[in-house]
């Protein structure tokens, strides 16, 4: 090996050699990555279906969140693209094919952007498992997506604050009442959190996709109970599945 490699030079060797062996593909499309790309080709990446929500105060997502919760003034949702197509699989390759590297570099985007947008928090909250899902899966997809975003926000982050005190039926097949009436009351805050109710005045909920607001309306409820009206609860997530 040429030994005036820059440490720049050397980690697109190795990439280049990588992927003789192991090609990598485009998450999205199935073409094999040149050196430079990283989990989409250059064509899909330019082509991710961007929200910009976190530019607009009132959104559609931020509409249908604000309608599902009870709160003194209107909350802040954001998500970094929409849920359709070919994307879909970012997500999926998260939450089913534990793809670990593709979570992280999403979340790292979208907190980037929300850093920028002016979103603050003082807390970051993960949408919790119950813990039979979790034991089964081995992780919990919005756990890693929050860590990211805390990091960008530079806010404290918060794995373990909401339990998900009873197992909920799968949402995917469930109109928008069902998945309502599927969650509420299915999430609480731990002692430890409640304890501390009085020193928060902001706190941004994580989720991997946004569909009706339900499970982060129900989160959101248990948080309201635990710290009261004044507390400011956002909402942010890697996908929203629809207008």
Known sequence: MDPRLTGLDLKT????????????????????LLAGERHLCSTCLA????????????????????AAVEAT????????????GDYKKITQALKY?????????????????????????????????HWARRFRRGYNQAEIIGREVARALGAGYATALLRRCRRT???????????????????AVRGWGVRKAG????ILLIDDVFTTGATVAACAAALRAAYGPQVRISVATLAFAGE
Not at 13 to 32: E, K, N, T
Not at 110 to 119: T, V
Not at 169 to 187: C, I, K, P, V, Y
Request: glycine share 6%; with cysteine.
């Open 97 to 129: 094919n534990r793809n670990f590297g593709v979570g992280r570099f999403f979340a790292r985007m979208l907190g980037e952007r929300l850093a920028a947008a002016g979103f603050k928090a003082d807390l970051v909250c993960p949408v919790p498992l």
């Open 169 to 187: 039926e799968s949402q995917t097949a469930l109109s928008a009442e069902e998945r309502a009436r599927n969650t509420a009351g299915a999430f």
């Open 13 to 32: 060797f190795l990439l280049s050699a990588s992927d003789l062996l192991m090609p990598r593909v485009c998450i999205c499309c199935g073409r094999q």
């Open 47 to 66: 082509d991710l279906p961007l929200t910009h929500y976190e530019n607009m105060v009132h959104n559609p997502m931020a509409d249908k969140f604000n």
């Open 73 to 84: 003034g209107y909350e802040r949702a954001a998500a970094l693209f929409y849920y359709s």
């Open 199 to 202: 020193t928060l005045e902001s």
